[in-house]
Each structure stands twice: as structure tokens, then as C-alpha cells.
């Protein structure tokens, strides 16, 4: 019989260690904030948001942070902000979260999926470059798998054919690229800073810019109660200071007193999580198959390590699936170890034929000429569709316990050992020869 868990063996942890894993970190000060917002009724004004943004931008080092609701809503100010319209057309990796730039279509613009590299899975500059039009107005840079992007190469483009940048952050607030932070590249960067993000608050997302015109024009879009703190009385005559974009966008306040204490100690959290994640790697570095993946140039770094992956090489494991390997590690660890990526978004028609609105045509091409079709700008996207089966996702350590993180190394040792029985296993990935196996002799 296999020693393996998932075949009948003995786990390596039979009892798990949920305080290792716990997010946020909830303190006394947080609790005591929290309780104060409620108990004075203070839900929905903003001046703790108003606090929490000076905070923020201080740390960001730019001139204004506007906080928002969430990192939908604050990602979408921002391509207003940016001045994203009718025709034009917004660039994004496809291997990404809907939000990154799903927000585009009902501003009237399109999105245009680009490749990415096949092992930091971060934007290909030059599948990015490949895709420019005319219409081109805007890139979305998003930081993914709180790996930073090749922005060298990626500034360069863009300044070259006058685009603006706008960067998604919510997967690694407070990372460096070349030592200058993430966030602070483009021409306004947005983020989540949800619950499950590194930097979590709750519900709500930020909004850090040096320009104020797009400051002023997200504060615009759906900030109805500042308006008048940005306009002058003759620029919004007519509007009657109502929120252009008919939204509102304002942060709970219990979520900006959250991350009031969030900014006090983000900063310490975030380097024990490095020591543990490191600690964890060293562990597992003699694996053969798994390669870590984490950034080359100096002063770069892997902030809070959000959704932080390995390299699956399924030939090093006899074929045995990302998707098989995983369920066997959970099932030793006693806590889901995950495989993949986000599912690449350019398969979902809301970016090419849906009529959302009811237009009575696609909503992404709406204001395309004829005979121009987002998805063809896109066009082939093969190493994000492979990107899947190569994935396999980090533990998210958030305290460095040497003795607790040894037991986990210890489990993905036994599987990679045991690897073998997993072909016991009826495994529909290594079946059909999809996703990870395209190169496998059966
Ligand atoms: C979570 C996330 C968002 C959206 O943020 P919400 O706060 O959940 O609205 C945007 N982009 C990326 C890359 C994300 O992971």
C-alpha cells in the first residue's frame, strides 16, 4: 500500500496549524478602532478615510491616495482617471483577475489581451508592444502573484507610443522593483486592499496618483462629497457637483480604521512573512520539478507574498498532473495547497460578443470601426493558456515557525518521493493531455 494520504496513508499533519495561516492579523487596536467607528455612528463619513489616505500616500510616496470602496471600483476610477473612453483601447495580460480591467467596457473602451513570460507569468513586454494600435490609449500593468513586472521594459514601450500606465497593485502592496516601489511607475496605480490581499482591510480598495487631474476626475466619478473640494464652482455648474460617473465609490469607514493600524504594522508583518517563505523555500529547494519563482534584479522583492507560485514541471513528476500533485500534498498537509493560475480571460465573450447593455452588438467593440474585433487584437495567447498546468501555488506562511514549517516541507518531500503512486490515480489532466502535457510520450 502507498504511504501516501490521499491512497490510504498516514498524513504528515494530522493536526494542522491554523494560527500560521490566520489573515489579518487582527490586534487590540484594531478591535478597539472598530468598535469606536461603530459606537459613534461614524460608518459613513470620511474623515478617518480621509486619515487613512494621508497615511497612505505618505507610504506610497505620491501626492494623493483616494480610498474607495473596493478595487473594482477604484481600478475603474482610474481608467476614467486616466481618461479611458469611447474607442480606445486598454491593454492587460490576459492571466488575470476579471477586475484588472473589466471595469473598461462600460466606459465604452475595449481590452486587449497580451501574453505573458512563461515562468513569472508577469506581462511580456513584447507580446505587450505587439498589440499597439492607434487606438491604443492605456496599459494595465498588474504586479501578479505579488511578483513585480519587467518595468524597464515596460515604461519604455509605453512612453515610446504615449500611453498611459496605469498599475494593479492588488496583489502586492508595498513591493519594490529595482528598489523604487510598485505603485509609483505608472500614471496612477490602483488596488484591493480586500481581506484576502496582503495588505487587508476588509472591503476597499486605493487609488494613488501624482496628477491631480486624475485625482480630480476619479474624485469626480463617484465621490459625490468631495467635489467641491476639487472643482471650482463654474466647472461643475451645470452637473450640479453630482458624480459623473453615477457611482459611489466612498470607503466604510470601519474598513479605513482598519487599515489605519493596517499601515502601523504592514511594513513588520510582511518581512516575517518573507523569513517564513524563504525558510519554507530553502526547505524544498532540493525538489527537482519545483522551481521557485521569485525576482532576479536587486532591490526587487515579493511584498506579502499574495498567491506567491513554484514552477510545476509535470515530466519531473512522471506526468503526474499540477492538479493530482496538489491534492495529494493537501491531503498531507491538512490545509488546500492550490494549483494554477486565473483562468485566462480572453475566453470569456464579455470581452469580444456579449451585448451587455443591450445595444443590440458586442459592448467590446462598441465604438471599434468596422471590421476591427478585440479578439483578434488579441489574438494568440499560448503561454497563458498552458500557464495552468505549470502552477502550482505557496503555502501562505505568515509567522516564521521553523519547527511547524519544517513539517510541511517535510510533506511535499513525500509526495515528490512518492510521486509514482499517483499514477494510481485517475488523473483527467494526464488522460487527455491537456494543459501541462503537451510534450509527454505516453
Ligand atoms: C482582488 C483583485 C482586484 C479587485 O479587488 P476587489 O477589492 O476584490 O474589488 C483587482 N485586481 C486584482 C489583480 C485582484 O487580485
Redesign the pocket.
Known amino acids: 500500500m502507498s504511504k501516501l494520504a490521499i491512497l490510504g496513508g498516514k498524513p504528515v499533519i494530522e493536526k494542522g496549524h491554523p494560527e500560521l495561516f490566520q489573515w489579518p492579523i487582527v490586534n487590540e487596536k484594531m478591535l478597539k478602532d472598530v468598535q469606536e467607528v461603530l459606537l459613534t455612528g461614524n460608518m459613513s463619513g470620511t474623515d478617518i478615510s480621509r486619515r487613512f489616505e494621508e497615511g497612505f500616500a505618505k507610504w506610497q510616496k505620491r501626492k494623493y491616495a483616494l480610498s474607495h470602496n473596493?478595487?473594482?471600483?477604484?481600478?475603474t476610477a482610474a481608467f476614467y482617471g486616466a481618461g479611458l473612453g469611447p474607442g480606445d483601447e486598454l491593454i492587460c495580460t490576459t492571466l488575470?483577475?476579471w477586475?484588472?480591467c473589466l471595469g473598461a467596457l462600460s466606459l465604452g473602451a475595449s481590452v486587449v489581451f497580451c501574453d505573458v513570460d512563461p515562468v513569472t507569468l508577469q506581462m511580456d513586454p513584447a507580446s505587450f508592444e505587439e498589440r499597439i494600435t492607434p487606438r491604443t490609449k492605456a496599459v494595465v500593468v498588474?504586479h501578479?502573484k505579488a511578483m513585480p513586472c519587467d518595468m524597464d521594459r515596460i515604461m519604455a514601450i509605453a512612453k515610446k507610443h504615449r500611453l498611459k500606465v496605469i498599475e494593479?497593485v492588488?496583489?502586492a502592496q508595498g513591493g519594490h522593483y529595482k528598489g523604487k516601489m510598485l505603485g509609483t511607475f505608472g500614471d496612477v496605480a490602483a488596488?484591493?486592499?480586500?481581506s484576502?490581499?496582503s495588505f487587508a482591510i476588509g472591503?476597499?480598495?486605493m487609488l494613488v496618483t501624482d496628477d491631480e487631474e486624475i485625482y480630480r476626475r476619479a474624485v469626480r466619478f463617484g465621490h459625490y462629497d468631495r467635489i467641491h473640494s476639487c472643482y471650482k464652482k463654474e466647472e461643475f455648474a451645470d452637473t450640479l457637483s453630482l458624480p459623473v460617473g453615477g457611482l459611489k465609490n466612498r470607503m466604510h469607514q470601519m474598513s479605513s480604521a482598519v487599515g489605519l493600524v493596517q499601515l502601523e504594522k504592514y511594513e513588520k508583518e510582511r518581512r516575517e512573512i518573507d523569513r517564513a517563505m524563504k525558510y519554507f523555500w530553502k526547505k524544498v529547494s532540493d525538489i527537482p520539478g519545483l522551481t521557485k519563482v521569485y525576482p532576479k534584479e536587486k532591490g526587487s522583492d515579493k511584498a506579502g507574498w499574495y498567491a506567491s507560485h513554484f514552477m510545476y514541471d509535470s515530466e519531473a513528476f512522471s506526468g503526474v498532473s499540477n492538479k493530482t500533485f496538489c491534492e495529494a500534498l493537501t491531503r498531507e498537509c491538512g490545509t488546500t495547497v492550490f494549483p494554477g493560475a486565473n483562468m485566462p480571460l480572453h475566453y470569456s465573450s464579455l470581452f469580444s460578443s456579449f451585448d451587455i447593455y443591450g445595444h443590440g452588438r458586442p459592448t467590446a467593440k462598441l465604438y471599434l470601426p468596422n471590421g476591427v474585433y478585440p479578439r483578434k487584437l488579441s489574438g494568440k495567447l499560448p503561454v497563458a493558456e498552458k500557464a495552468g498546468g505549470t502552477v502550482i501555488n505557496d503555502l501562505w506562511f505568515k509567522h516564521c515557525d521553523k519547527e511547524a514549517i519544517d513539517r510541511y516541507a517535510e510533506a511535499f518531500h513525500k509526495v515528490a518521493k512518492y510521486h509514482r503512486d499517483l499514477l494510481k490515480i485517475n488523473d483527467t489532466d494526464r488522460i487527455t493531455g491537456s494543459i501541462a502535457f503537451t510534450k509527454r510520450k505516453h
Not at 473596493?70 to 481600478?75: E, K, S
Open positions: 473596493n478595487g473594482t471600483n477604484a481600478l488575470t483577475y477586475a484588472s498588474v501578479y494593479d492588488s496583489h488596488m484591493s486592499l480586500m484576502g490581499k472591503e476597499g480598495g
